[in-house]
């Protein structure tokens, strides 16, 4: 019997990171100075990411996970390889390119409770990013909300609660 590839891996990847590099130099001398070696935070890494999947980076503290996604988002600029984000080729593009695109990028840190602000109700926070780049009304946006509350498993009625009310795994 032969095994028929479904329609998602014949499709090209929504990231495709090819060789990733990123080298911080180790430099010597207040005056000249040079450099003396590097720090291989990110040495060769390539991986696809599909439609519906999702990518998570394991490793111990200090092995590169963060730098690898700052990398990959154009927050760090890489030393080497190229990322293509939805057909685009993103390693190259200039400051400006990137902060046109960058709305479409995110990265999830594993202590979410550190980037969510405490005085802001989940419902604010989650509308946050609809009330600068939309022109949503108060109400679109409320529906909007409950709608992904609901997608990502979580009750439409936690709209108003805080982040410490949440566990790790729901902030996340």
């Known amino acids: 019997m032969m095994d028929t590839p479904s329609l998602e891996k014949n499709r090209e990847p929504l990231v495709k990171?090819?060789?990733?590099?990123k080298h911080f130099p180790i430099r010597k001398g207040l005056v000249f100075?040079?450099?003396?070696?590097?720090?291989?935070?990110v040495d060769d890494i390539s991986f696809d990411i599909h439609a519906g999947e999702?990518?998570?980076?394991?490793?111990?503290?200090g092995c590169g996970k963060s730098t690898t996604g700052r990398a990959i988002l154009r927050l760090e600029k890489p030393t080497a390889g190229s990322v293509v984000i939805d057909g685009r080729e993103i390693t190259e593009l200039g400051r400006e390119e990137i902060r046109k695109i960058r709305p479409e990028m995110q990265m999830i840190f594993q202590d979410s409770y550190a980037s969510l602000n405490p005085r802001h109700s989940i419902g604010n926070i989650i509308a946050e990013p609809?009330?600068?780049h939309t022109g949503h009304t108060a109400e679109q946006m409320r529906?909007?909300?409950?709608?992904?509350?609901?997608?990502?498993?979580?009750?439409?009625?936690?709209?108003?609660r805080f982040p410490h009310e949440f566990s790790g795994g729901q902030r996340q």
């Not at 990171?17 to 590099?21: D, G």
């Not at 100075?33 to 935070?41: F, L």
């Not at 999702?54 to 503290?61: D, I, M, N, P, R």
């Open 33 to 41: 100075n040079r450099k003396i070696g590097a720090v291989k935070a």
């Open 143 to 160: 529906a909007r909300v409950m709608e992904l509350l609901d997608l990502v498993g979580l009750n439409p009625n936690h709209y108003n």
């Open 17 to 21: 990171v090819r060789n990733l590099k």
């Open 130 to 132: 609809m009330q600068i």
């Open 54 to 61: 999702t990518l998570g980076v394991v490793g111990e503290s």
